[in-house]
């Protein structure tokens, strides 16, 4: 069961200022040796340390591939792929990635066919939402999810020690207390 924290935009710039949304309020964040110890409690017949150094195994080449200029499509779960933030300039031939480029991410985007294990509207049917009691102002949450990707992107969800990245909340759907803009 999937906990909703409501939170209320404070963005006094915002057209959504004073609105509440929901947030996914994470109860954990399981490290890589713990989701191999789940997959292993599931009947596999694979062993916990053989699964925990395939998932290891993946990660490096997912990441190898993804720095090879290579998409990592998972069937059923999503497709992983680099994204960059640059700054612009008005001439072509002054623009340069060592100068213009700031960010490089790895960003993932659900898969949306019928089969997909994690499109929305599957999503949506399978995960039982629960709305928590209390509200929480986002001032009083350190400002949570300031920095956070719509559809939770890059999110931990980790409530419990946090994770650096301001945001410990899981992901949602809103972008620094705004809406998010809708996906094409």
């Given at each position: 069961?999937?906990?909703?924290?409501?939170?209320?935009?404070?963005?006094?710039?915002?057209?959504?200022?004073?609105?509440?949304?929901?947030?996914?309020?994470?109860?954990?964040?399981?490290?890589?040796?713990?989701?191999?110890?789940?997959?292993?409690?599931?009947?596999?017949?694979?062993?916990?340390?053989?699964?925990?150094?395939?998932?290891?195994?993946?990660?490096?080449?997912?990441?190898?591939?993804?720095?090879?200029?290579?998409?990592?499509?998972?069937?059923?779960?999503?497709?992983?792929?680099?994204?960059?933030?640059?700054?612009?300039?008005?001439?072509?031939?002054?623009?340069?990635?060592?100068?213009?480029?700031?960010?490089?991410?790895?960003?993932?985007?659900?898969?949306?066919?019928?089969a997909s294990i994690v499109s929305n509207a599957r999503?949506?049917?399978?995960?039982?939402?629960?709305?928590?009691?209390?509200?929480?102002?986002?001032?009083?949450?350190?400002?949570?999810?300031?920095?956070?990707?719509?559809?939770?992107?890059?999110?931990?969800?980790?409530?419990?020690?946090?994770?650096?990245?301001?945001?410990?909340?899981?992901?949602?759907?809103?972008?620094?207390?705004?809406?998010?803009?809708?996906?094409?």
């Amino acid at each position: 069961m999937a906990n909703i924290r409501l939170y209320q935009n404070k963005n006094k710039k915002s057209k959504a200022y004073g609105k509440y949304y929901g947030r996914v309020k994470a109860t954990k964040t399981l490290n890589t040796t713990q989701l191999a110890n789940h997959i292993a409690e599931h009947g596999s017949i694979i062993t916990e340390d053989v699964l925990l150094s395939t998932i290891n195994k993946m990660t490096k080449c997912i990441k190898e591939l993804l720095k090879d200029g290579k998409n990592v499509k998972l069937d059923g779960l999503g497709t992983f792929y680099l994204s960059v933030t640059s700054t612009g300039d008005s001439d072509a031939k002054a623009w340069t990635a060592a100068e213009n480029i700031k960010h490089v991410q790895i960003k993932f985007r659900p898969d949306g066919s019928d089969a997909s294990i994690v499109s929305n509207a599957r999503m949506l049917m399978d995960t039982e939402l629960t709305l928590e009691d209390s509200y929480v102002n986002p001032a009083d949450a350190g400002q949570a999810n300031s920095t956070g990707q719509a559809g939770g992107s890059g999110d931990t969800g980790d409530d419990t020690g946090g994770d650096g990245d301001g945001d410990s909340d899981g992901g949602d759907n809103t972008e620094g207390g705004q809406p998010a803009p809708e996906r094409p």
